[in-house]
């Protein structure tokens, strides 16, 4: 089942600036987990915002689970079905205390006290966040605040979440948190995901990536694909995952392991290698 | 800094004054604005004070956290005890010292110290209120009693959750408000030396990127309610309902009993102290 369907799309912010997408067109199935890359002002949040309706293509349409973006009376429908978790999580944040957050999302959409209830559950569970339910969402780190960020969207219940650089201001242990709570959601809730973002780690792991580049659509490939094309990534400007950059310096003093993408690639393949000789 | 400033942050805690409905807290504290405002004398204030006592040991809130409340208006409760303290008089009287336009008299101290008591009471008063009341139970206390406002189309929920938010924002923009003193005084800004006027312009360089961080702040936060389905208060329901309980009757009753003492000591006490 087709969850996103982007197609032909393009927008800019004011008659002087160029378009800052420009007649991109993707599709996301249901259950997939994507990632979108490239260089700031690439068109990645905008194409993101589009998608969640926040703002309107200039051209070319998007729809969400059949639900055209154009179409004002879907919209409250689209933004049910898509959550979307900002960069700054204190820019995200209503409500002082954590469970007052987390209830916003369905307070708005009219369910039961006792489905609020139940939903708040859910996510803080998810989360992993359920310790901090009473807390002042202030007195949380970084990486807390930003899976608090996440339960919000969460109690919405959406079947696709979109993270747009949610990581990018958090320490290596709250990005780490915040995946590992991705993953989690992934696997247990059968979530479509899309993850933009400049860590290329985190692009690893998925199904699909999307590479864009001033604001058009450069590349849709898988991880291996995107990673072993070196002219792709220098024109997006984009870096090699660690293990990767490890594999390259190794390569460089002559041991050649290929091109593993995760650390349990470049262990396993540097076991194969050491066995060997 | 952030630390000094109590007003507006709430104190998690699950005592007796958290329990109460924030209608009534809201409604109680308004007959304490009113009673300090009525009080004419000192023992008048002994009364509120200990009224105020009361709620602050009833609320679990550390006693200092209220206190330092009124660091925030500390200027202002100073200058309005200088300002009363030289320019009030009344007729007839003696004054103790005489310059120019400036006197003080018996009245005017008696004054100036009712007037400050008064600035401090108020604000110490209504932290205890947000210390412990969350943001949102505030929302629903005021939206719950501006109810009757709806019906001349008045936009209650709005007002409730823009006041709400507000709150929320305090500790967010105080961290704000530090990181760019920090940047300021890197890049080499003096904040501490120099005259009362000096002193205001350097503020300039906080105020403009704040300014400007506020309301990139509040164009993110616009899009985040949005994109979490807020559409207004049509249709919308609530976690939490508002209950009145027995600890809201004896919350009034105490209230009540110190305005009729207060009453009657401005009836039978004006001149005790």
Known sequence: ?277 | MRNDVAFGQYYPANSFVHKLDPRVKILLLIAYIVLIFVIRNFLGFAVAIALLALAVAFSGVPVMKVVKSIRAILFIIIITFIINLLLHREEGETPFFEWWIFAVTPSSIRFSLFMALRLISLVMGSSVLTLTTTPVRLTDGIESLLYPLKLIKFPVHELALVMSIALRFIPTLMEETERIISAQKARGADFESGNLFSRIKSLVPILIPLIVSAFRRADELGEAMESRCYTGSKNRTKYKKLTLGYRDAIATLVVAAAFVGVIMLNIYGVNVI
Not at chain 1, 72 to 93: A, Y
Not at chain 1, 109 to 118: A, P, Q
Not at chain 1, 237 to 255: D, F, Y
């Open chain 1, 1 to 277: 089942m087709q969850a996103v369907k982007v197609d032909k799309v393009s927008y800019k912010y004011s008659e002087k600036e160029k378009l800052a997408v420009d007649g991109v067109s993707l599709e996301i199935e249901a259950g997939e987990f994507v990632a979108v890359v490239g260089r700031n002002a690439s068109g990645k949040s905008t194409l993101a915002r589009m998608i969640n309706g926040l703002i309107a293509p200039l051209s070319g349409e998007i729809t969400v689970f059949g639900n055209n973006t154009l179409d004002e009376k879907s919209l409250f429908e689209i933004r049910k079905t898509c959550g979307i978790v900002f960069q700054n999580p204190d820019n995200q944040m209503v409500a002082s205390i954590v469970e007052d957050d987390v209830a916003f999302g369905p307070e708005n959409i009219g369910v039961s006290r006792e489905e609020i209830g139940k939903r708040i559950d859910f996510a803080l569970q998810a989360t992993g966040t359920e310790p901090f339910r009473t807390e002042m969402a202030s007195k949380l780190s970084g990486g807390q605040k930003q899976r608090v960020a996440i339960a919000g969207v969460l109690a919405l219940k959406p079947k696709i979440l979109i993270l747009d650089e949610s990581t990018s201001m958090l320490d290596p242990i709250g990005r780490a948190e915040v995946m590992a709570v991705v993953e989690n959601l992934r696997k247990t809730e059968n979530m479509t995901v899309m993850v933009i973002t400049h860590y290329m780690d985190e692009v690893v792991g998925c199904d699909k990536v999307f590479v864009m580049a001033d604001g058009k659509l450069l590349k849709t490939g898988t991880p291996e694909q995107i990673f072993n094309d070196k002219e792709l990534l220098d024109e997006a400007g984009l870096e090699l995952p660690v293990p990767a950059k490890i594999a390259e310096g190794l390569k460089r003093r002559g041991v050649d392991v290929g091109l593993p993408l995760t650390k349990e690639q470049l262990k396993e393949r540097l076991w194969k290698l050491f066995a060997k000789t």
